[in-house]
């Protein structure tokens, strides 16, 4: 078999994150980058220090979660002691309160930096990540021929990068004989819901395997996630809750990135809880929100805070509208606010948890608040694929059919046929899109989606590339030791 | 076959809630708990109301959470206004500050009540729960004979309780007749773990089933937990992540509940990272951490934030380890606190994910700081099993091998047999002790763990009891829908 790009070693290190700050100092892009890569004015010390607060508004950004006003630098991973060094000789700012004043206090601390262009602020104790609206993050996701570039330099110094939950490695398998075609990702609940899909996309792209084959289990000795590949298109399972899904988007990121993928879309196509939503309406979030309604994720990284926005593209959603109403289908697609929870039961509102300590009075209270909140529906993993996708500078989705509406209760009571319909509506619009992006024709009717054929007994190494047997095994074990 | 218990209507309603809380009342347990179910001093609002402070330490308790005073009562769903209505005569408290000295308002309002005896904290806007060291959980989680109880009221008013993500109900299947003989649950990450150890246990507590059967994946139509039962054992699959396996337990103790089983004891059994711990360390868990190194876990219940201890069994983490001491295996068995985190790559300070901000410098020192906080182990699910079980008085036990030192790096190096026999010592510890409870030979050299034998193919209906076939139906497509 013939490889399309030529292996050879390649991706992000140290100097190569280095050069990328080194070009944002260099070639700003926009007057508000110049606000961001401005040199600091910190003192040059190892622990904290209070910045010299000085006058220059091109170098001075508002906190993002406080309204102390701060400095972001450009430092990060072999970042130079230059930022710490150069002191400004600028008059101070009016508007940034020092340290003994109490209000803002940037620490310089190298030990405490997070993130190329990250900063903490000392006032409200949580890292500023890079300023998305004002950074291209495509320099930092992306090299120049669009194939993915990973936000970590360490990647590249590792002999083999394993993707445990994957059951796949970087060194083991042939991932770019396996993967460099994929174009579209698309990640849902239960292992049987993605083979599902899986066949079903395959029918409409109208994907050919060879006669005597069916779709294999790629990860089936993770016992974990499943993964089904039809040419473009991986369809892949991703468990319940956001610390499941976050696991398999970093694995899954760093596999487009081992494989050198152009440009991939990720859809998250699931079911959901409508908010004053009929069941069966097609909802695609044009933001997520975690239980305090806020759009961003917070994660604790060598135990400081980190927020990220929980944002996807506004012009993917726009898309799929746009095929939904050109499809004339017999039940709504709207968008709306997603809010994302870390549990089912209580978390949600639930009157039917183990636990629940309110009325059904102060559920529909709260119910009714979401509503007035703009929230349109409610499920468990939109968040982290968002922040995940954001951060990585992947276009992304989340298409997600409501069961029930939550406003007149929480028992999903319509029949399995219909239910069955239902959860076809977000594969139906996620296909249509991919066919379009294809060139395939993209609005005749989908047909029903094929029957389940029999798992795959095939032995797992006969029908993957291989590039080293042995380690093959080691990986299938290492990835099965995993919780 | 026959019942060992009838099938008749029971279960705690508000009224049961309320007489326990009466009981609380007339009956306190101790000199403490009198503090929490004294009358409180609220003045009769149907708003936010400031508490009108008076001297009277029987009833005043510190917030758990900041430092502010503030009054517990036993009001919650059901409460009778006469918690409201009785005002205090006694002198103001110097040490309560009211709330125009803004330091501590405790909101009487109904609608915000969370929980039997919990109370709002104005001062630091936090849901103080149940005072757990004083009242009797006991009473509230299990009737005179020791079954189950629910801290839910709303259960036994529902037509039939599905457990979704089991694909079980209450009324479609006989959970009595299924499960009312349960003992010992025990939980871990993948299907496939979990069914090894339910072969493993069937062998080592004798217990035998029909020639021509082999044991069935309970819950298969759910398509996201496996379950399997062998006599008092249930084992069963959690996935990963605390979202996962708090669905998974709510579901658990209802179905611990509707089956009337008495006492049931709670094991998590897997794998995680060790902090100083040599590879293939059986860990038991002390105490569980979130990623800020505080022992609860925090979740957010119509839009307010409540905290649960992560508690585990003291008296069964010293039997687990008794039992160790005895066995004398060529491995250590230690016992410690444990850090739980929603990330497995940045939140457990990984290199290898597809971010990563920081240097081996920093993650090796953060490590370090672990390593002084006393925390022993890295896993994913350990503070979520803590807190459910413990707020249901159930008594529970954390038990993890070691895959590697986190403090010597990050890659798991061991071969695949030396994974595969760390990976039964939790199981070998635990099926001990179920051993010993069961009263059979308790030190008996565990033989290997029999391999898999094929999945069970017989169709779902016609090995369980069956209630209503209809509604076994409709159970099925239910919990097929959900994420």
Chains 1, 2 share one sequence.
């Not at 980058?33 to 220059?56: E, G, M, P, Q, W």
């Not at 991703?238 to 440009?263: F, N, Q, R, T």
């Not at 290492?478 to 919780?483: A, I, L, P, R, V």
């Amino acid at each position: 078999m013939s490889l399309l790009i030529p292996k050879s070693p390649s991706g992000p290190t140290l100097e190569a994150l280095n050069e990328v700050e080194q070009n944002q100092l260099e070639k700003p892009h926009g007057e508000s980058l110049n606000d961001f890569t401005s040199k600091s004015s910190y003192t040059n010390k190892s622990t904290k220090a209070s910045v010299d607060c000085r006058r220059n508004t091109a170098s001075l950004k508002g906190c993002h979660f406080c309204s102390a006003r701060m400095r972001y630098t450009s430092s990060g991973i072999g970042s130079s002691e230059e930022d710490d060094s150069e002191s400004s000789t600028e008059v101070g700012d009016p508007n940034h309160v020092s340290d003994t004043q109490g209000n803002c206090n940037v620490s310089s601390d190298k030990d405490e930096k997070i993130g190329v262009g990250s900063k903490f602020c000392n006032a409200c104790d949580y890292w500023n990540p890079v300023d998305e609206e004002n950074v291209n993050i495509r320099q930092l996701t992306r090299y120049s021929n669009g194939t993915i570039k990973l936000r970590n330099p360490h990647i590249n110094f590792m002999d083999q990068d394993i993707l445990y939950h994957l059951a796949l490695g970087s060194e083991s398998h042939d991932l770019i004989e396996m993967f460099h075609d994929v174009k579209f990702v698309c990640i849902g609940g239960t292992p049987k819901r993605m083979e599902e899909f899986a066949y079903y996309i395959m029918k409409e792209i109208d994907y050919k395997i060879p006669a005597g084959t069916q779709l294999l289990d790629i990860s089936q000795y993770s016992y974990r996630y499943s993964m089904y590949k039809t040419g473009p298109v991986l369809s892949i399972s991703h468990g319940m809750g956001i610390p499941s899904v976050s696991i398999l988007l970093h694995e899954v990121i760093k596999l487009m990135y081992h494989a050198k993928v152009c440009d991939p879309i990720f859809f998250r196509i699931g079911t959901c809880g409508g908010i004053g939503i009929d069941g069966g309406t097609v909802i695609i979030t044009e933001e997520a929100l975690n239980s305090d309604l806020k759009s961003y994720q917070e994660l604790t990284v060598l135990g400081k805070k980190v927020r990220r926005p929980g944002k996807l593209d506004k012009r993917l959603c726009d898309e799929l509208l746009g095929i939904s109403r050109e499809t004339q289908e017999p039940y709504d697609t709207v968008s709306g606010k997603t809010m994302c929870t870390d549990d089912f039961y209580e978390g949600q509102g639930r009157l039917d948890g183990a636990f629940c300590d309110y009325s059904e009075k102060e559920k529909m209270s709260y119910i009714s608040h979401l509503q007035r909140s703009g929230v349109t529906n409610i499920e468990m993993e939109s968040l982290a694929f968002a922040a995940l996708t954001h951060h990585a500078g992947i276009r992304a989705a989340v298409v997600c059919v409501s069961l029930l509406d939550r406003i007149r209760g929480d028992q999903v009571l319509a029949p399995k046929e219909v239910l069955n319909e239902w959860q076809r509506r977000p594969q139906k619009l996620v296909a249509r899109y991919i066919k379009k992006q294809l060139g395939l024709v993209p609005h005749r009717r989908s047909p029903t989606i094929p029957e389940l054929s029999s798992p795959c007994q095939c032995p797992h190494t006969t029908v993957m590339p291989v590039k080293s047997p042995r380690r093959i095994t080691m990986v299938q074990q290492e990835s099965q030791s995993y919780d």
